[in-house]
């Protein structure tokens, strides 16, 4: 019996793509760069700095620049992390229909708690949470299950009583670690995979599509 459901925040609560790539032109205006359309951004959104650099600079971990051009992203992304952000379409309605039916439900996302609390705060959905695990709040981020199990014992759920749901393979791989159910969702940003190999228990199109699974 399902008692929770948690979510992963990038792509799967929230299209936050709009903001991160604003950080990310912003860096390319400073110096003579035209900016990059968001299409090309929200693929890799779920990566964070290190995909929308790559994308941005053709910039990786390890190059000599990446650690000063990453503090820059992240100082302008914290300064911007809600002008155009939103919750996907159908998510408001289906937050309210999960607490309906007096189930809890959370966010583990390997965005740090720095950005990930206060983004949900200017969503106005930060107080309504059971949890919100970031990717710095165990020291370890996913696929390893430890931030799912983690937000198992701040909600005292098991489990095997809980869905994970998000947009990124390493998610369903982390929730079948952690020994939960795993929905993958196909309106999410996807890291260019296919939700459909990912072995997840359910697939889904809309985030409404989940209350039948629940």
Same mark, same amino acid.
């Given at each position: ?98 607490? @309906?039916?007096?189930?809890?439900? =959370?966010?583990? %996302?390997? +965005? ?5 609390? *206060? #983004? $949900? ?7 309504? @949470?059971?949890?919100?695990?970031? =990717?710095?709040? %165990?020291? +370890? ?5 430890? *931030? #799912? $199990? ?7 759920? @098991? ?9 990124? +393979? ?45």
């Amino acid at each position: 019996m399902i008692k929770a459901v948690l979510f992963d925040l990038d792509g799967t609560f929230a299209d936050t793509a709009p903001d991160l790539g604003y950080a990310l032109n912003r860096m390319r205006e400073a110096r003579g760069m035209p900016p990059l359309p968001i299409e090309a951004m929200r693929p890799v959104t779920s990566l964070g700095a290190r995909g929308l650099l790559g994308v941005g600079f053709e910039i990786a971990p390890g190059h000599p620049d990446y650690d000063s051009l990453r503090d820059e992203f992240l100082q302008l992304y914290e300064q911007n992390l809600c002008r155009s952000t939103s919750l996907f379409p159908g998510t408001a309605e289906l937050i309210d229909a999960i607490e @309906a039916r007096n189930l809890r439900w =959370g966010i583990v %996302t390997n +965005k740090a708690e720095r950005f990930a609390k *206060p #983004l $949900l705060d200017l969503l106005n959905f930060g107080h309504r @949470a059971a949890c919100i695990i970031g =990717g710095d709040t %165990t020291g +370890k981020t996913k696929p390893d299950p430890e *931030p #799912l $199990l983690a937000a198992c014992r701040i909600i005292a759920t @098991a489990p095997e009583s809980c869905v994970y749901v998000g947009d990124d +393979k390493r998610d369903i791989d982390a929730g079948r670690a952690a020994g939960m159910k795993t929905v993958a969702v196909r309106y999410g940003y996807l890291n260019g995979s296919s939700p459909d190999t990912w072995k997840a228990d359910v697939v889904i199109d809309r985030p409404q599509d989940l209350l039948l699974h629940l």
